[in-house]
């Protein structure tokens, strides 16, 4: 296990956020991103999208709250023993729920290293 202060936990989300390419980063609409401890029914989920996936909208999706990607600081911790390599996971995780945001499937995320 290692530990991270939550601002070096925040800088990593951010840095895989910014590793986003430009074509789909600004597709990305009204959802946000959050940094929690530990999923409350699976806390040794990593992360989870809960929304409505872009390929399931309709062209009149409008009046919804956000769609949220949550991070979960505490599992990710548990699951790492270097920062590096908490580095890598959160980069991971990150791409892995933003997957979800855009409607990839489990098995193909994880065909494309994004499991």
Same mark, same amino acid.
């Given at each position: 296990?290692? %530990?991270?202060? &939550?601002?070096?936990? &925040?800088?990593?989300?951010d840095?895989?956020?910014?590793?986003?390419? %430009?074509?789909?980063?600004?597709?990305?609409?009204?959802?946000?991103?959050?940094?929690?401890d =530990?999923?409350? %029914?699976?806390p040794?989920?990593?992360?989870?999208?809960e929304?409505?996936?872009?390929?399931?909208?309709?062209?009149?999706?409008?009046g919804?709250?956000?769609?949220?990607?949550?991070?979960?600081?505490?599992a990710?911790e548990?699951?790492?023993?270097?920062?590096e390599?908490?580095?890598?996971?959160?980069?991971?995780?990150? =791409?892995? %729920?933003?997957?979800?945001?855009?409607?990839?499937?489990e098995?193909?995320?994880?065909?494309?290293?994004?499991?």
């Amino acid at each position: 296990m290692v %530990e991270v202060s &939550d601002e070096r936990f &925040d800088e990593m989300v951010d840095d895989a956020l910014d590793r986003i390419p %430009e074509e789909f980063a600004r597709r990305m609409t009204n959802v946000v991103v959050l940094v929690r401890d =530990f999923h409350e %029914e699976s806390p040794w989920t990593l992360g989870l999208y809960e929304g409505v996936a872009m390929t399931d909208r309709t062209f009149d999706h409008t009046g919804f709250l956000p769609d949220t990607i949550s991070i979960f600081k505490g599992a990710l911790e548990s699951h790492c023993h270097t920062e590096e390599q908490l580095a890598e996971e959160v980069m991971v995780t990150v =791409f892995h %729920e933003v997957g979800h945001y855009f409607g990839i499937d489990e098995e193909t995320l994880h065909r494309l290293g994004w499991g």
